[in-house]
T-cell receptor, first 111, second 115 residues
Framework: SQQGEEDPQALSIQEGENATMNCSYKTSINNLQWYRQNSGRGLVHLILIRSNEREKHSGRLRVTLDTSKKSSSLLITASRAADTASYFCATDARSGSRLTFGEGTQLTVNP | SAVISQKPSRDICQRGTSLTIQCQVDSQVTMMFWYRQQPGQSLTLIAT?????????ESGFVIDKFPISRPNLTFSTLTVSNMSPEDSSIYLC????????????FGEGSRLTVL
């Protein structure tokens, strides 16, 4: 079954607002990654958080990881229209040998 | 980072034909992968392209249907054989400089439509 599940499936906000997306997974992991995909394009790596980390920042991005709840969140602060994209989490199960991608959250930032 | 070029970017194919997608990385990478993505959906790993040896296929994907080559550290091809409309999808090449579960770089994808 899919390792990562994200919610919401779709999120629409106004420019300047914060956007929060969540990812839940089922098995223990080594790390969790977030990717962005603009419409019709490939995926772009945003951030990687290891299982022994609780929070990580990169510019306007903030990622948290709660291994006890098997969940992660991606926060985009002060959103811009250019942030409109699909966002995917990807996990590597400790017993696995590949990254497994979640279903993604479609974020729309209205100008 | 690594820049990955994929071609064709899109194609319309007839049922029963085969199409080869090429993937070129601008620098040497450790791992190369092929994914399939239906529009608006998640990615499914097809196989890991191994340099100089047979690719490692995921459950549900077989070499006869998706033959893969990787003759060197920067180039790989994926062929979709004997296509049917169910093969209509986006095929993505990706690469990693580290482990199999490290940061991935992606090509722009090849959107195939099979009539």
């Amino acid at each position: 079954s899919q390792q990562g599940e994200e919610d919401p499936q779709a999120l629409s906000i106004q420019e300047g607002e914060n956007a929060t997306m969540n990812c839940s997974y089922k098995t223990s992991i080594n790390n969790l990654q977030w990717y962005r995909q603009n419409s019709g394009r490939g995926l772009v790596h945003l951030i990687l958080i290891r299982s022994n980390e609780r929070e990580k920042h990169s510019g306007r991005l903030r990622v948290t990881l709660d291994t006890s709840k098997k969940s992660s969140s991606l926060l985009i602060t002060a959103s811009r229209a250019a942030d409109t994209a699909s966002y995917f989490c990807a996990t590597d199960a400790r017993s696995g040998s590949r990254l497994t991608f979640g279903e993604g959250t479609q974020l729309t930032v209205n100008p | 980072s690594a820049v990955i070029s994929q071609k064709p970017s899109r194609d319309i194919c007839q049922r029963g034909t085969s199409l080869t997608i090429q993937c070129q990385v601008d620098s040497q990478v450790t791992m190369m992968f092929w994914y399939r993505q239906q529009p608006g959906q998640s990615l499914t790993l097809i196989a890991t392209a191994n340099q100089g040896s047979e690719a490692t296929y995921e459950s549900g994907f077989v070499i006869d249907k998706f033959p893969i080559s990787r003759p060197n550290l920067t180039f790989s091809t994926l062929t979709v054989s004997n296509m049917s409309p169910e093969d209509s999808s986006i095929y993505l090449c990706s690469a990693s400089r580290g482990s199999i579960t490290g940061e991935l770089f992606f090509g722009e994808g090849s959107r195939l439509t099979v009539l």
